[in-house]
């Protein structure tokens, strides 16, 4: 693996970090871009704890010197985001360090930081929804290929909720249209199977037998979404088409494709279905992550609670 020359770590601790790569990718499954961040935020702890000591081995890690870096990172302006990942790089690392039999003792566990500020994206109303889904649909009435397209990603997202890296890696043979379902790859390389509706599947019969074969070309191969060009469609232009229309309907607030999916998984909770379902189709490995990332409205609330309360 190439490294910046101006990044250079001791042998006796860069040969971890390689190591730690490559555990992250065979391993654990970590995508590439996790990978990346994840052994850069290590490099920097690294050329840290080179810097108090040059002779420094991995055994030398202690919560001291954790804490110190992170504090680094605090004190150079590094968002809350930012610092609560390098402390998830970090302590991945040390668990890591143990595993594999290169450190006795884990400080990692004992590093806490502030975590992350969840903030919640915007989430429109049904009303709302529909009316972006029709603006999508009377766009794609005069079947140019580009607008069938745009119409499935908007549909396809709000009918699945899955992630835009999730859309834009399905293939033709991913799409069982009988069944009305989708395969779907996500975090971690795991597969699940996720419904979507006839608004839809509508939307994907004139999309498969109309637009696609019009913008594919003999190096399309078996992406269900092409660009312009014939290409696999990429995460960029599908947050064009989303942003775009959204902003065909007036009153409605900017959007991006993770709002379409927030907007799914509120919708499906305020229609009833019940969270590990939701869970479910998000594709989350952890229920409580579910929890964070939607909110039922305060009126699905009331109604439940007068529905089950005795004394509501």
Same mark, same amino acid.
């Given at each position: 693996?190439?490294?910046?020359?101006?990044?250079?770590?001791?042998?006796?601790?860069?040969?971890?970090?390689?190591?730690?790569?490559?555990?992250?990718?065979?391993?654990?499954?970590?995508?590439?871009?996790?990978?990346?961040?994840?052994?850069?935020?290590?490099?920097?702890?690294?050329?840290?704890?080179?810097?108090?000591?040059?002779?420094?081995?991995?055994?030398?890690?202690?919560?001291?010197?954790?804490?110190?870096?992170?504090?680094?990172?605090?004190?150079?302006?590094?968002?809350?985001?930012?610092?609560?990942?390098?402390?998830?790089?970090?302590?991945?690392?040390?668990?890591?360090?143990?595993?594999?039999?290169?450190?006795?003792?884990?400080?990692?566990?004992?590093?806490?930081?502030?975590?992350?500020? @969840? $903030?919640? +994206?915007?989430? *429109?109303? #049904?009303?709302? =929804?529909? &009316?972006?889904?029709? %603006?999508?649909?009377?766009? !794609?009435?005069?079947?140019?290929?580009?607008?069938?397209?745009?119409?499935?990603?908007?549909?396809?997202?709000?009918?699945?909720?899955?992630?835009?890296?999730?859309?834009?890696?399905?293939?033709?043979?991913?799409?069982?249209?009988?069944?009305?379902?989708?395969?779907?790859?996500?975090?971690?390389?795991?597969? @699940? $199977?996720? +419904?979507?509706? *006839?608004? #839809?599947?509508? =939307?994907? &019969?004139?999309?498969? %037998?109309?637009?696609?074969? !019009?913008?594919?070309?003999?190096?399309?191969?078996?992406?269900?979404?092409?660009?312009?060009?014939?290409?696999?469609?990429?995460?960029?232009?599908?947050?064009?088409?989303?942003?775009?229309?959204?902003?065909?309907?007036?009153?409605?607030?900017?959007?991006?494709?993770?709002?379409?999916?927030?907007?799914?998984?509120?919708?499906?909770?305020?229609?009833?279905?019940?969270?590990?379902?939701?869970?479910?189709?998000?594709?989350?490995?952890?229920? !409580?992550?579910?929890?964070?990332?939607?909110?039922?409205?305060?009126?699905?609330?009331?109604?439940?609670?007068?529905?089950?309360?005795?004394?509501?």
């Amino acid at each position: 693996m190439d490294h910046d020359p101006a990044s250079a770590l001791p042998p006796a601790l860069a040969v971890h970090v390689d190591d730690f790569a490559e555990h992250l990718t065979l391993q654990s499954n970590r995508s590439a871009h996790t990978v990346r961040a994840y052994t850069s935020d290590v490099r920097s702890f690294l050329q840290h704890l080179a810097a108090g000591n040059p002779d420094a081995r991995v055994s030398d890690i202690d919560l001291g010197t954790l804490r110190a870096w992170l504090s680094r990172q605090v004190a150079s302006g590094a968002a809350r985001s930012t610092v609560a990942r390098r402390t998830s790089s970090v302590r991945t690392f040390t668990t890591w360090l143990v595993r594999s039999g290169r450190a006795e003792h884990d400080p990692g566990t004992r590093l806490a930081s502030a975590g992350a500020r @969840r $903030t919640l +994206p915007t989430v *429109l109303h #049904a009303e709302q =929804a529909a &009316e972006v889904m029709e %603006a999508a649909e009377s766009g !794609a009435r005069e079947e140019h290929p580009v607008a069938l397209r745009d119409r499935v990603i908007v549909e396809l997202l709000y009918a699945t909720g899955i992630r835009v890296g999730e859309l834009c890696g399905l293939d033709l043979d991913d799409v069982d249209a009988e069944r009305r379902v989708v395969r779907v790859l996500g975090k971690g390389n795991k597969e @699940r $199977t996720v +419904p979507y509706g *006839l608004p #839809a599947a509508d =939307a994907l &019969e004139r999309w498969v %037998a109309v637009g696609r074969p !019009a913008l594919a070309t003999a190096t399309s191969g078996p992406a269900l979404l092409l660009g312009k060009r014939g290409g696999r469609i990429g995460q960029r232009q599908v947050r064009t088409v989303v942003h775009e229309a959204a902003g065909a309907v007036p009153g409605v607030p900017d959007l991006a494709p993770h709002g379409l999916r927030h907007t799914a998984a509120t919708h499906l909770l305020e229609g009833g279905a019940d969270l590990r379902v939701v869970q479910e189709v998000l594709g989350h490995s952890s229920l !409580a992550t579910t929890q964070l990332y939607t909110h039922v409205s305060v009126a699905r609330l009331r109604a439940v609670h007068e529905q089950a309360h005795p004394r509501a």
